[in-house]
């Protein structure tokens, strides 16, 4: 299913945090370009966190805020996407205080990258099936407003 316009941008940032997700694993295989010890992870993890991914997670909280109403099944799924934006934003700041680095590193990439495909398997097809163009529209308004197309 192609992404409509008003999500897209959102896509195209979950492939960013999908790279990272997978570099954080430990069966990661090396990425050119980026870091490869764990100390050099953490640091490029907290730096895209804090530079983007936190935004994205605001910037999406406020879509589903706009979406929900469209169908029972996003009310939901949106509760379940809050408390994994929450439960990620925790571990991102727990990873400096991490007894073991490499476990932190890995159980956060698993996590990401689980969340991030919920969203683009699961919630996006969803909002695109159930919502209607004119909702998908206030999404794309909103988008544009944050300076996220």
Do not use: W
């Not at 490029?44 to 994205?56: D, M, P, Q, V």
């Not at 406020?62 to 109403?69: H, I, K």
């Amino acid at each position: 299913m192609q992404r409509h316009k008003s999500l897209a941008p959102l896509s195209r940032e979950h492939h960013e945090t999908l790279i990272l997700a997978r570099l954080l694993q430990t069966n990661a295989p090396a990425y050119k370009n980026l870091p490869d010890t764990p100390e050099e992870k953490m640091a490029y993890a907290l730096n895209l966190f804090e530079t983007t991914i936190l935004r994205h997670f605001m910037i999406e909280e406020a879509m589903l805020t706009r979406v929900a109403g469209c169908y029972s099944g996003i009310v939901k799924l949106a509760s379940e996407i809050l408390a994994a934006h929450q439960e990620t934003s925790n571990d991102f700041s727990s990873l400096r205080h991490a007894g073991n680095l490499v476990e932190a590193l890995n159980s956060l990439g698993v996590k990401l990258e689980k969340h991030i495909r919920k969203e683009e398997r699961v919630l996006f097809p969803m909002i695109q099936e159930h919502c209607s163009e004119e909702s998908l529209n206030e999404v794309y308004v909103l988008l544009t407003e944050k300076g996220s197309v």
